[in-house]
């Protein structure tokens, strides 16, 4: 299995958040935030940027797991991302974890899904699509 290393996978912006590889799961990584107070929106619920942070960093680390284990290389350009947010996050860990669903020579279409205590009641989903350019854009 190709891992890639945590640091390379992480934006500045997800690791601000505290967003890190909690495992991965037939070779797909599953992120996960602590609740703190850097995440939190009102009082002991996650701010629903953060989950949305959570949710788009999901996303492009599967897509790079995929195009590491086939020894590709691509900037990254977000196309679009829709979020829907189905429940509050509480004041608890969050877990999310994508899956590509279709996978072209340009553009990937990856959905995301997050939650909490349960993997079967997610909190948020996500579908996002993804331009992949050459490595020198």
Known sequence: MADIPEIEALTPYARSLGITLDSWE???????VPFDEIVEGRPDHYHGGATGG???T???AVLRAELARQDRAAMLKPINITVQYLAAGKSRTSY????ITKLGRRSANITVEAWQDERSRPIA???MNVLMAGPTG
């Open 58 to 60: 999901a996303g492009y």
């Open 125 to 127: 989903t996500a579908v």
């Open 26 to 32: 037939d070779g797909t990584p599953i992120l996960s």
């Open 96 to 99: 999310a974890k994508g899956r």
């Open 54 to 56: 959570l949710l788009e």
